[in-house]
């Protein structure tokens, strides 16, 4: 994982007190998501937004649009929207799994 992307992991469990395990999935689900065609030139702070929503949620300790805006200082509805398209995206990576 590049180095600028790991510091927003770093911030991101820094700000967010995400556990270890909780930030290592979001790390290994990013990792997945950029092997795809259509993710691989969508901005990486995007996808680790993402990422954490995702697994956060998964995990029973889901973390804000708010939170994770303010970090990433990017408009809620922008990572909202992004989001939704990661989602269709794993929806379409598990039917061909």
Do not use: W
């Not at 600028?4 to 700000?15: L, M, W």
């Not at 092997?35 to 949620?57: D, N, V």
């Not at 708010?66 to 809620?76: M, Y």
């Amino acid at each position: 994982m590049d180095k600028k992307i790991e510091t927003v992991y770093e911030e991101f469990q820094s700000e967010l007190h995400l556990n270890h395990d909780c930030l290592e999935k979001a790390k290994n689900l990013h990792e997945i998501l950029v092997t795809q065609e259509s993710l691989r030139s969508e901005p990486p702070h995007l996808i680790a937004a993402s990422c954490i929503l995702t697994i956060s949620c998964m995990n029973k300790s889901p973390k804000t649009l708010g939170e994770i805006s303010k970090i990433l200082h990017v408009k809620e509805d922008h990572i909202l929207k992004f989001q939704k398209f990661v989602a269709e995206q794993m929806k379409i990576m598990l039917k061909n799994f």
